[in-house]
């Protein structure tokens, strides 16, 4: 198991980056330690929440709105992050406390697709709560999400983990196999290099490709919206982009869940873009009613 207080080197040999001194901890105040990856995901929450707040005030919505979507959404999504993990991986706690289980969120085990589960669940809940439009809410801070999804991905960087194979590529990262959190395949063994007494693996970064294509989508998105053809458009097609995303990067990793033999998030992927599709069409046949300036 690696020390988790040490510092290691991450390099990108053929870009001629390195980095020096890369904690996992940012600090550690009374003896409890804050990580970089907890850090990343709070970061990426504080721009996505002024990417919604920007938004609102340019569409003359209310700001406070949104802090309350913020305020409801960060414990859902991190309830859904949590549960969405424990559902498809429960083989491995079985016979444990499940609260117990469920707060051992310092150990790990989050995944994606529940926390953007629970943030639209978040958003419904506020647009009933305020009497405003769900669809409103949702393109509003449909962008919100591949930005702090972008940020939020470093920490994968800081913990040297959802990392993809062995790769020679141009962004190849190159990382101490002895500080490695993601399982390691037969050819990234097979390809290891070693120096000065020590073992490195050289793999796809994903971390980085998601990041870099969630800023895209970010972009696009925020390009479209004044543009769009009805209310929800922006949120669909945030789902399809972003399952198109996922669903080629994740067949990169070496840590894919799985269920019933097929890899999880693959398919819950595929699922958001066909669905998603299908809405659009509909939308854009059925011509429903929007607000462009929203």
């Not at 709105?65 to 559902?87: E, K, N, Q, T, W």
């Not at 789902?239 to 080629?248: D, E, K, L, N």
């Not at 992927?269 to 607000?291: D, E, M, Q, W, Y």
Request: one cysteine or more; a positive charge; hydrophobic letters at 50%.
């Amino acid at each position: 198991m690696p020390n988790h207080y040490a510092i290691y080197d991450i390099s990108f040999p053929n870009l001629g980056i390195s980095f020096e001194a890369v904690p996992r901890v940012l600090f550690s105040p009374f003896g409890f330690d804050i990580f970089m990856y907890a850090f990343c995901i709070v970061l990426g929450i504080i721009a996505a929440y002024f990417l919604a707040i920007w938004w609102a005030k340019k569409s003359g919505q209310k700001p406070e709105d949104y802090s309350d979507l913020l305020l409801i959404g960060v414990p859902l999504a991190i309830v859904g992050l949590r549960l969405y993990y424990l559902i498809f991986n429960w083989n491995r706690y079985s016979g444990q406390n499940f609260l117990h289980v469920f707060f051992q969120f310092r150990d790990g085990g989050l995944a994606i697709y529940g926390g953007i589960i629970g943030a639209t669940l978040a958003a419904f809940i506020v647009s009933r709560r305020k009497k405003i439009p769900f669809t409103t809410l949702a393109d509003t801070a449909a962008p919100s999400l591949p930005l702090g999804q972008a940020i939020g991905r470093f920490g994968n960087f800081f913990n040297r983990e959802a990392f993809g194979g062995h790769t020679e590529n141009l962004f190849a990262m190159q990382i101490r196999a002895d500080q490695t959190f993601a399982p390691i395949t037969q050819e990234i063994r097979e390809n290891a290099i070693h120096a000065q007494g020590i073992e490195f693996f050289t793999v796809h970064p994903t971390f980085l490709y998601e990041s870099f294509f969630n800023l895209i989508l970010m972009a696009a998105l925020l390009i479209y919206r004044p543009h769009k053809r009805f209310s929800g458009e922006i949120l669909l097609l945030y789902f399809a982009g972003y399952g198109v995303i996922r669903f080629f990067i994740e067949a990169l990793r070496t840590d894919q869940m799985m269920f019933a033999g097929l890899p999880l998030n693959r398919l819950m992927a595929a699922i958001f873009v066909i669905v998603s599709i299908g809405l659009l069409i509909l939308g854009h046949l059925k011509k429903f009613p929007t607000r462009r300036n929203i």
